[in-house]
Antibody, heavy 116, light 107 residues
Framework: EVQLVETGGGLVQPGRSLKLSCVAS????????MSWTRQAPGKGLEWVAS????????YYPDSVKGRFTISRDNAQNTLYLQMNSLRSEDTATYYC?????????WGQGVMVTVSS | DIQMTQSPSLLSASVGDRVTINCKAS??????LNWYQQKLGEAPKLLIY???NLQTGIPSRFSGSGSGTDYTLTISSLQPEDFGTYFC?????????FGSGTKLEIK
């Protein structure tokens, strides 16, 4: 059974940093591109970042480019999202998602609240 | 960036009804269009990928169609468990973008 389990969320002040983790199981992690997608409270979905299966290439929308960094450790089956210079508009539930062409599996989500 | 415009934003229908949800892209997305269902407090679930391919385990009452810039999700006979919010999503080009969602309420 495919499982994606995110951790690392919480309350953080504007301008500070936070790192999310996602542990994957039930599939061959290093065969798949992975992504982060977020959803602000009561709002729609926004793609945040994607990384190739090897970790050699990454992709971001302009809204987070230069502030967020996606990375992975294939030996540990773990995906990361380093979030720097956080803003109030980054407040959302962050989902770890498999395969950006399908988003066929999602984690349960982790809440990040950016507030003073 | 490709903008995805969904309509309607709110839909109220009865059990047994045929329901359609539309998604219009701001440019040709070559059928690289997926549909997701999200229930309150849960992660989204993939229903349809690449316009008309039913994800494993999804009931056959769900179907998708379209091409170019215009796409449709159809539920042939609405069931009570189909309530929730539906999102379209394009993966034709970066940045990947979602529609704003259609909230489906059961009358």
């Amino acid at each position: 059974e495919v499982q994606l389990v995110e951790t690392g969320g919480g309350l953080v002040q504007p301008g500070r940093s936070l790192k999310l983790s996602c542990v994957a199981s039930g599939f061959t992690f290093n065969n798949y591109w992975m992504s982060w997608t977020r959803q602000a409270p009561g709002k729609g979905l926004e793609w945040v970042a994607s990384i190739t299966n090897s970790g050699g290439s990454t992709y971001y929308p302009d809204s987070v480019k230069g502030r967020f960094t996606i990375s992975r450790d294939n030996a540990q089956n773990t995906l990361y999202l380093q979030m720097n210079s956080l803003r109030s508009e980054d407040t959302a539930t962050y989902y770890c998602t498999r395969d950006p062409w399908y988003f066929d599996y999602w984690g349960q989500g982790v809440m990040v609240t950016v507030s003073s | 960036d490709i903008q995805m415009t969904q309509s309607p934003s709110l839909l109220s229908a009865s059990v047994g009804d045929r329901v359609t949800i539309n998604c219009k892209a701001s440019q040709n997305i070559n059928k690289y269009l997926n549909w997701y269902q999200q229930k309150l407090g849960e992660a989204p679930k993939l229903l349809i990928y690449n316009t008309n391919n039913l994800q494993t385990g999804i009931p056959s009452r769900f179907s998708g169609s379209g091409s170019g810039t215009d796409y449709t999700l159809t539920i042939s006979s609405l069931q009570p468990e189909d309530f929730g919010t539906y999102f379209c999503f394009q993966h034709n080009s970066w940045p990947l973008t979602f529609g704003s969602g259609t909230k489906l309420e059961i009358k």
